[in-house]
């Protein structure tokens, strides 16, 4: 999740605070080397390129961010918030250990696929999306990517699902105007069988022009 306002409610992600990580992203050696699983190493390191490094910090509105995966804290707190639910340790020692952080995406992204599949939102798999001039038919990896969006209800991905996948819909954008579809897109055909224990992802190529 990316909207401050949102951020317990969808139990999601505040991330990429552009003004203070370097979007460089771990690559999927380094990924593998902390214990990541090696067939889902590429998307891995997909999301990490949009997020952050092992040492990135983000900050903006009272919240902090932290690691590859950008896991916030509470408002105005070092801890708290998604961080502490995963990580039961200091700021410092997280960016300090990459096996944790890997190990806590895993488990943030599994409970996510849960809630995605309860609320409804994997129905938008086999649909293609279009936005900025690029289309990409959906996959599980696609809506394991914008759930760092968060995947509550009325979360962004809720609120593209309930627009018919209109990315122009109210509400389907952060603060910072980068869409839920922008994600949805770029993390499309991975594989994720490490998550959600099937596979439907076909290349990492990418998505193709219209």
């Known amino acids: 999740m990316r909207k401050v306002s949102s951020f317990f409610a969808n139990a999601g992600f ?8 370097a979007m460089a992203g771990q690559n999927a050696v380094s990924l593998m080397a ?7 190493a590429e998307y891995g390191a997909n999301v990490s390129s949009s997020e952050g490094n092992w040492n990135s910090v983000g900050t903006s509105n009272g919240f902090s961010c932290y690691g590859a995966f950008q896991f916030c804290s509470a408002k105005n707190n070092a801890g708290g918030g998604t961080f502490g639910k995963y990580y039961n340790g200091t ?10 952080q890997v190990n ?19 129905s938008a798999i ?4 279009c936005y900025n001039g690029t289309c990409a038919t959906l996959t599980q990896s696609s809506i394991l990517k914008a759930c760092q969006f968060g995947c509550g209800k009325n979360g962004k991905l809720d609120n593209l699902v309930d627009a018919g996948m209109d ?11 980068t869409s839920v579809c922008k994600y949805l897109i770029s993390g499309a055909g991975y ?20």
């Open 14 to 21: 505040l991330l990429t605070f552009t003004s203070s990580i």
């Open 34 to 40: 902390a214990g990541f699983p090696s067939q889902c």
């Open 91 to 100: 700021p410092e020692q997280f960016l300090n250990d990459p096996s944790a």
């Open 104 to 122: 806590a995406w895993l488990r943030y992204q599994k409970n996510e696929w849960a809630t995605a599949q309860s609320n409804g939102l994997t």
């Open 126 to 129: 086999g649909k293609q999306v």
């Open 167 to 177: 990315c122009n819909a109210a509400s389907t954008k952060d603060s910072k105007g």
């Open 191 to 210: 594989d994720v069988s490490c998550i959600t224990s099937s596979n439907d992802g076909v290349n990492c190529a990418g998505p193709a022009k219209p």
